[in-house]
């Protein structure tokens, strides 16, 4: 990751030299200082616990009115090999989104895709009346796929190392793992792509309204 294809500066919003995420790097490490904690007190594949701590679980969220549940089951996982899967891809994606978007906008993006996933998910789970506990940032991190590729469209193939091709494989063979696989919420992972890539475009043309034409 050290060869870039650069459009000029100032124009995509992000910076060659200057590679520092710092806010992506926080929400990595709130992740796994949460998943210690109730590792330390419990375990994060019980759910009751979960629960607890503020998992998704849609009868609490409806009746309860507990609707914070739709954030925070965003910085739960099941597992370490949840936790790890999860965070090994937002470290190699969402720093290249935060350059694009800025620290600000990032965080705001990327806090937008966990509830709205996360909403999307309670309202079919509550709809068919499937008492699943869900939990776990792939929701979030399926929007950071989708607004970089939205950025990659609009940036002509390519946002700093990362190429159409290769995002567009990500996006593909991660969705097939889901659906191949048992316990994965795929409804929070497609709704997740979707909102990112809506919410990239809305932030591009807010940026060329004003002006500022960044990325």
């Given at each position: 990751m050290n060869v870039y294809r650069?459009?000029?500066?100032?124009?995509?919003?992000y910076n060659p030299v200057k590679r520092m995420s710092p806010v992506n790097t926080a929400?990595?490490?709130?992740?796994?200082?949460?998943?210690?904690?109730?590792?330390?007190?419990?375990?994060?594949?019980?759910t009751g616990l979960m629960i607890r701590w503020g998992a998704s679980y849609?009868?609490?969220i409806r009746y309860g009115h507990e609707y914070w549940r739709l954030?925070?089951?965003?910085?739960?996982?099941?597992g370490l090999e949840h936790l790890f899967s999860n965070m090994i891809i937002l470290a190699f994606i969402g720093d290249n989104l935060e350059r694009a978007l800025g620290k600000v906008q990032y965080l705001i993006f990327y806090l937008l895709c966990a509830v709205g996933?996360?909403?999307?998910?309670?309202?079919?789970?509550?709809?068919?009346g499937d008492n699943v506990v869900s939990a776990g940032a792939s929701g979030a991190i399926f929007g950071v796929a989708g607004g970089i590729l939205f950025l990659i469209i609009k940036n002509r193939g390519v946002l700093e190392d990362l190429t159409f091709f290769q995002i567009g494989m990500f996006i593909l063979f991660t969705l097939y793992q889901?659906?191949?696989?048992?316990?994965?919420?795929n409804v929070a992972h497609f709704s997740g792509l979707v909102i990112g890539f809506c919410l990239a475009a809305l932030f591009w043309n807010a940026k060329n309204i004003r002006g500022q034409r960044r990325w």
């Open positions: 650069y459009g000029g500066p100032g124009r995509y919003g929400i990595i490490a709130v992740n796994v200082i949460v998943f210690i904690i109730i590792e330390l007190i419990g375990s994060t594949t019980d849609w009868p609490l954030l925070t089951s965003a910085f739960l996982h099941f996933s996360g909403a999307v998910s309670y309202g079919v789970n509550m709809l068919t889901g659906m191949r696989s048992r316990g994965v919420d």
